[in-house]
């Protein structure tokens, strides 16, 4: 069975920039939408990007203009390319594929 796997979680400062990665233990696709969560410790999870396999990108407002998704069909993955970053975007970052497989999570921690 194919496994999802996040990359790229860190420590930043406010302002910083990090890129997530989202692999496949196989290949990642085929897929019609992948999406990336986030879950803060005591939050509920929340649902901040969405890209489709035609490269159709949607995002919650807390991310938009600071967070790209992308796809790059060479790599066998998907992308968080995180910009901007606050604290309020401390939390564990997830790659769910349309059919509900999920990676672990990575953590990223945004320093004020």
């Known amino acids: 069975q194919v496994r999802l796997v996040e990359s790229g979680g860190g420590l930043v400062q406010t302002g910083g920039s990090l890129r997530l990665s989202c692999t496949a233990s196989?290949?990642?696709?085929?897929?019609?939408?992948i999406d990336w969560y986030r879950q803060a410790p005591g939050k509920q999870r929340e649902l901040i990007a969405t890209?489709?396999?035609?490269?159709?990108?949607s995002y919650a407002d807390s991310v938009k203009g600071r967070f790209t998704a992308s796809f790059d069909n060479a790599e066998n993955a998907v992308y968080l390319q995180m910009t901007s970053l606050k604290p309020d975007d401390t939390a564990r970052y997830y790659c769910?594929?349309?059919?509900?497989?999920r990676g672990p999570g990575t953590q990223v921690t945004v320093s004020s």
């Open positions: 196989g290949s990642i696709l085929p897929f019609d939408f």
């Open positions: 769910e594929r349309d059919d509900g497989v």
């Open positions: 890209i489709s396999n035609a490269g159709f990108m």
